[in-house]
T-cell receptor, first 115, second 112 residues
Framework: GAVVSQHPSWVICKSGTSVKIECRSLDFQATTMFWYRQFPKQSLMLMATSNEGSKATYEQGVEKDKFLINHASLTLSTLTVTSAHPEDSSFYIC???????????FGPGTRLTVT | QKEVEQNSGPLSVPEGAIASLNCTYSDRGSQSFFWYRQYSGKSPELIMFIYSNGDKEDGRFTAQLNKASQYVSLLIRDSQPSDSATYLCAAYSGGGADGLTFGKGTHLIIQP
């Protein structure tokens, strides 16, 4: 399977600041990446689908101006949480789609805490 | 609204016994189903997937799918303490770039 990394693995920031999370596909060219968010004891919620070279597709209820996604290359997608608030504190996980539709490889996740 | 439902548990099973995890889904258009294992603080790891009615076996794991009942299950034979984790059921509805719809997960505890 594909190897996916995320950076940083955890971050603490102050309310009102912006945080960028990187997702890299280390051994596979990923045309499609996904961003999920998981609150404690909750399921993973798909936030957006990131397509290389085009605008991301956001799920209903996710503010595209708050969660900026850039998929500038086949190996890198970034999620920027702008003007973060404590309610944005969560576990953010990216995944890449493999060659087959059923292949989806998850990164290790980024734990964001907004104080 | 696509939904995947799971009993949150915890489900407690003695070591060596069979653990049975269940999942139902609302979208009849769902094509494939996935079982992920997630340890606390970690991201999910794929155990197996199934897209045809019936059973699919992989080692100690057996996935079962009944599309008429919109029901998916995962059986873990010879349960080990290392199987203790949260098990997430996910559904894929196609459409090319769609992500997965996840259930909230079932917390499984294997008692030594």
């Amino acid at each position: 399977g594909a190897v996916v990394s995320q950076h940083p693995s955890w971050v603490i920031c102050k309310s009102g600041t912006s945080v960028k999370i990187e997702c890299r596909s280390l051994d596979f060219q990923a045309t499609t990446m996904f961003w999920y968010r998981q609150f404690p004891k909750q399921s993973l919620m798909l936030m957006a689908t990131s397509n290389e070279g085009s605008k991301a597709t956001y799920e209903q209820g996710v503010e595209k101006d708050k969660f900026l996604i850039n998929h500038a290359s086949l190996t890198l997608s970034t999620l920027t949480v702008t003007s973060a608030h404590p309610e944005d504190s969560s576990f953010y996980i990216c995944s890449t789609r493999g060659r087959a539709y059923y292949e989806q490889y998850f990164g290790p996740g980024t734990r964001l805490t907004v104080t | 609204q696509k939904e995947v439902e799971q009993n949150s548990g915890p489900l407690s099973v003695p070591e060596g016994a069979i653990a049975s995890l269940n999942c139902t889904y609302s979208d009849r258009g769902s094509q494939s189903f996935f079982w992920y294992r997630q340890y606390s603080g970690k991201s999910p790891e794929l155990i197996m997937f199934i897209y045809s009615n019936g059973d699919k076996e992989d080692g100690r794991f057996t996935a079962q799918l009944n599309k008429a009942s919109q029901y998916v299950s995962l059986l873990i034979r010879d349960s080990q303490p290392s199987d203790s984790a949260t098990y997430l059921c996910a559904a894929y509805s196609g459409g090319g770039a769609d992500g997965l719809t996840f259930g909230k997960g079932t917390h499984l505890i294997i008692q030594p």
